[in-house]
């Protein structure tokens, strides 16, 4: 590497590192004079004025017993603040806390102070009075419709495919949910950023642009924190890999340019090549999307970022003789420099008055999260002032106690930073208390007594001022730490929904596969069995039952049908779905050569057998839905009856599809096809069991509409998977469509425009599913496989 370069680099931390310095400098003659607790003291007893309500006891009870009843969740406590006339205050105090947090602003300033209150009125419109469906803004589906009112649908897609991507490619031994989390979080605070820094007028087209670019770039800098921090935090490479890892990273700080992996062995290689990849991308793009006078701000502030979390990193917490300066200087630097970054990587002006609010407001920040994690950083062996006091505060009477400190960071913001602006002050000492009222529920009243006996013996009138205010003070909750349990309990629900779902996949898969074969009959003479013979063939391929898995959910889980009572349902439904495969795959069809993973039938056997396969397919499920014995007659003769008239459907479908090949179709028409090709048999495979279990009409309509969307998306996501998927994951060529001439939905749309119109379905099934008063997590995880598979 070039020596000049990384004397410069080295230049530049050490001048950071000497600003740093003097804050704690300044920061310390504090805690040592106890300078900060008069002035903190008289701010806390004017701030407990809005915050300690005196109630008769009778009242007191009972709003104590409401509220325990009523916070529970996320929307009930919107719901709840609203009904009380909190919710502005609410959101107002979140929003100032966003824009001085993420924003750096002052909140004394008018325009600020207009922009937050544009945006509580928005968000208080949303939360309130949107659609009841809408309400759930961390849904793909919700997030896809956002994307569509600001026409930015393609690029919500991407982030969508990354994420998941991201997400599918985190390591055993790293926090899947809290890295998807986290990269959200980024996402969303640099959109934050760009639309703030828009300015009035604006043109839809240019508004469009900025938002498509703050996605990508929150995308990009996001990726630092699961691949770069939490990766090097974790347990996932061994020591030579985080050196020579650490040693790629630090040359593209230096040099501006990403070096080549070279060969990586062993059993990171994989992930590692992956990372090194979907980084690079991430880097050249913010490095092409760089104004050329904020490009050296970007590489300096990113450098300093980096290496003061290298510095934090190697400390060993066995190590007892780090002084306080060593501590706490280097989580000063990465504190400030995360967000000070953000603000290059967007290519905003220069602006003092945020780089020396973000500076001195970072470490505010990183005290109140290491104080939280403070017992399991300690777990780990990390080395955070709140550690590192707890392991030698009794043999290093030099240590300064990280909770002082905390509290003469907030006297500097408060008085020094922000000037002693009322509205600063009254939400940092929410902030602040609102912390403490958490870390206390988390851990337990012993267990936060304990802590505080440590932490705030130094100065026991304060403590007991701060005490008071933790037990009695309300109104100090903020929406985004409702906002972050939320997106938790969601990612959290979901991979587990999904876990669920797959092993379910797999349990009903086996279950099916044991029962399907069919036994010869009858020994007649002359007749050598190769009708069943050849329909086992067919039968047992690599197939994925979705639809006979499909109605045993909607039976089971949606309807409490009996599991045993129903086999005869699912087993006519994949007979059905196999002899139409058998159809479809014929010379005089499709002529398909390979079908779920192997030879097709007509080309093992012949053209004739298969057709006759298929037939005898066709009447072994009627006679399976015959068998239904232990439901009513009538309610069975009903679904037959419109097993029957889907079947006629699907046989249309196929004539449209024959009718249709080397036709170019207009897309209303492909619709249709796709519809009676596919859709119905998404739509048999739900409506026969809810058929069954004598479920209303209105519920049949809704089962319908989500049946007829989720099949359409599903031959959308067939027909990308014919131009771009693989074929030994799919278990046929790719290809067919083009080589045939097939009008299909990537044919007619092109390959972007397909996804969306994919989207735009998968939202009209998840909208119609609120219309189903079910359990449906099954059909919303079979939606999301539908969308995201592979194969």
Not at 601 to 619: C, W
């Amino acid at each position: 590497m070039n020596e000049k370069l990384v004397q410069n680099a080295d230049k530049i931390y050490q001048l950071a590192e000497q600003k740093a310095a003097q804050y704690f400098q300044s920061l310390y003659l504090q805690v040592i004079e106890k300078s900060y607790v008069p002035a903190l003291t008289k701010d806390i007893n004017v701030w407990k004025q809005n915050h300690i309500h005196h109630h008769p006891p009778l009242l007191s009870i009972f709003s104590r017993r409401k509220n325990k009843t009523e916070l529970k969740g996320y929307s009930n406590h919107i719901r709840w603040l609203n009904y009380t006339g909190k919710l502005d205050n609410y959101l107002d105090r979140s929003i100032s806390y966003l824009f001085m947090r993420d924003l750096g602003k002052a909140l004394d300033a008018s325009d600020t102070q207009m922009k937050i209150r544009q945006v509580v009125d928005h968000l208080k419109n949303s939360l309130t009075k949107g659609r009841e469906e809408e309400k759930e803004s961390f849904s793909m589906a919700a997030l896809f419709r956002w994307a569509q009112r600001e026409g930015i649908e393609t690029t919500m897609i991407w982030v969508l495919d990354k994420l998941k991507t991201v997400t599918r490619n985190i390591p055993d031994g790293m926090d899947a949910e809290h890295a998807q989390r986290k990269l959200i979080k980024i996402i969303a605070g640099v959109i934050m950023h760009v639309v703030v820094e828009m300015e009035e007028g604006i043109s839809p087209l240019d508004r469009r642009q900025r938002l498509e670019k703050a996605i990508r770039l929150g995308y990009s800098y996001g990726l630092t924190y699961p691949f770069i921090d939490d990766l090097l935090d974790s347990h996932v490479l061994s020591d030579v890999e985080k050196n020579r890892y650490t040693q790629l990273i630090r040359t593209t700080l230096i040099t501006g340019t990403v070096p080549e992996l070279g060969g990586w062995d062993g059993k990171n290689c994989s992930l590692i090549h992956y990372i090194h990849s979907e980084l690079r991308e991430a880097y050249e793009y913010i490095k092409a999307n760089q104004q050329a006078e904020t490009l050296k701000a970007f590489f300096d502030q990113s450098y300093v970022f980096f290496n003061s979390q290298e510095v934090d990193r190697k400390k060993d917490l066995s190590n007892s003789n780090y002084t306080n300066e060593e501590i706490y200087v280097p989580v000063i630097l990465k504190s400030a420099s995360s967000r000070l970054i953000v603000r290059s990587v967007i290519s905003a002006p220069e602006d003092e008055g945020f780089d020396n609010r973000t500076f001195y407001y970072g470490i505010y920040n990183q005290l109140a999260d290491d104080f939280a994690d403070m017992f399991d950083d300690r777990k780990e062996g990390a080395v955070t002032p709140y550690t590192y006091y707890l392991t030698y505060h009794d043999k290093r009477p030099d240590l300064i106690n990280p909770f002082e400190l905390y509290w003469a960071v907030i006297a500097h913001l408060i008085h020094q930073v922000y000037q002693s602006d009322l509205k600063t002050c009254e939400v940092i000492l929410d902030r602040a208390i609102n912390g403490l009222k958490r870390f206390k529920e988390r851990m337990g009243t012993p267990k936060y007594n304990e802590v505080m006996e440590l932490f705030a013996s130094g100065n026991p009138l304060f403590n007991r001022l701060i005490q008071k205010m933790v037990d009695k003070a309300d109104d100090v909750d903020f929406f985004d730490k409702l906002l972050r349990d939320h997106i938790m309990t969601i990612l959290k629900t979901e991979r587990q929904e999904q876990d669920d779902f797959l092993q379910e996949i797999d349990t009903i898969r086996n279950q099916l596969n044991n029962s399907l074969k069919i036994y010869p009959g009858e020994n007649v003479p002359l007749i050598d069995d190769l009708i069943t013979d050849a329909s086992n063939y067919s039968l047992f391929g690599d197939g994925k039952r979705l639809r006979p898995i499909v109605a045993w959910q909607i039976a089971v889980k949606g309807y409490g049908l009996n599991p045993t009572a129903i086999m005869p349902l699912l087993k006519s439904l994949e007979y059905m779905h196999t002899a139409s495969l058998i159809f479809d795959d014929l010379p005089s069809q499709d002529n398909a050569p390979i079908r779920r993973g192997r030879p097709t039938l007509h080309t093992v056997y012949n053209a004739a057998i298969a057709e006759l396969a298929g037939l005898f397919l066709t009447q072994k499920a009627m006679e399976e839905q015959a068998s239904l014995h232990e439901f009513n007659a009538k309610t069975v003769l009903n679904m037959i009856q419109y097993s029957a008239r889907m079947t006629e459907k699907m046989c249309k479908g196929q004539a449209m599809d024959l009718g249709s090949k080397g036709k170019a179709l207009t897309l209303e028409q492909l619709i249709i096809m796709s519809f009676y090709k596919t859709g119905i048999a998404f739509e048999a495979s739900i409506l026969m069991p809810a058929i069954l279990a004598q479920a209303k009409e209105s519920e049949l309509e809704a089962l319908k509409k989500f049946a007829r969307h989720a099949g359409i998306a599903f031959q959308i996501k067939d027909d990308l998977l014919d131009v771009e998927g693989n074929q030994n994951k799919l278990g046929k060529p790719v290809g067919i469509d083009k080589e045939n001439n097939n009008s299909t939905f990537v044919s007619i749309l092109g390959p972007e425009r397909a996804r969306i119109e994919m989207w735009e379905h998968y939202c009209l099934a998840v909208e119609a599913l609120h219309e189903v008063p079910r359990n449906i997590t099954f059909l919303k995880q079979l939606l999301n496989y539908m969308v995201n598979r592979d194969h």
